[in-house]
Each structure stands twice: as structure tokens, then as C-alpha cells.
Nanobody
Framework: QQQLVESGGDLERPGGSLRLSCDGS????????FEWFRQAPGKDREFVAG????????DYADSVKGRFTVARDQTKNTVYLQMNNLKPEDTAVYYC???????WGQGTQVTVSS
């Protein structure tokens, strides 16, 4: 069974950092592109960052460029979203997605507040 499980969400102060993880099972992450999305209360789910096309550089939403970074650990079948200089507007549930499999995780809550 193919599955994604996100973790690492937490309450963090503005200016702080968090690293989200997305663990894959039932497939090999190294063979697929992935994306991170987020959904804030009352808003549509939006693209944040990702590496949807193997061999090409990752993409980032303008709102997170220079602050967020995606990475892979192929030995662990895991992808990451490193989030630095967090802002209150980053508060949302964060989801990872395997593009070609149309597979979503259950999400992890990130709250940025003083």
C-alpha cells in the first residue's frame, strides 16, 4: 500500500525554523517528483515548494523563496521541507504529494505565533 506520512509540524515563534518530513512507503521516492502544499483556515490549498521533475531544480512559491528549501534522503525514502525565518502567514496544514502517483499525505500543522 502506497502511503505518505508527514511530521515535524509544531508551534514556532516568528523568525524560527522547522523541518517537515514526509515518509513514503510502498514506493521508491527516488523515482518520483514531489511537492509540498499548504492550506490555511478558510483558504484554498496552495503550492509551496517541490521537485516535481527529476533532474530539474526545485520550484518555490514566491512567498517562500529564500526561506524554504526542499531536500531528499533517498536512504530513508523521505523528503523534507526546511522552513526558516517563519512568519505568521506560514501558519497552515502542510501536505506532501507524489505527483505521478497523485498520492497525498494526511498533513501536519504548522503554527507560527508569538
Amino acid at each position: 500500500q502506497q502511503q505518505l506520512v508527514e511530521s515535524g509540524g509544531d508551534l514556532e515563534r516568528p523568525g524560527g525554523s522547522l523541518r517537515l518530513s514526509c515518509d513514503g512507503s510502498g514506493f521508491t521516492f527516488a523515482l518520483y517528483g514531489f511537492e509540498w502544499f499548504r492550506q490555511a483556515p478558510g483558504k484554498d490549498r496552495e503550492f509551496v515548494a517541490g521537485n516535481p521533475h527529476l533532474g530539474l531544480p526545485p520550484d518555490y512559491a514566491d512567498s517562500v523563496k529564500g526561506r524554504f528549501t526542499v531536500a531528499r534522503d533517498q536512504t530513508k525514502n523521505t523528503v523534507y521541507l526546511q522552513m526558516n525565518n517563519l512568519k505568521p502567514e506560514d501558519t497552515a496544514v502542510y501536505y506532501c504529494k507524489v505527483v505521478a502517483l497523485r498520492l497525498w499525505g494526511q498533513g501536519t500543522q504548522v503554527t507560527v505565533s508569538s
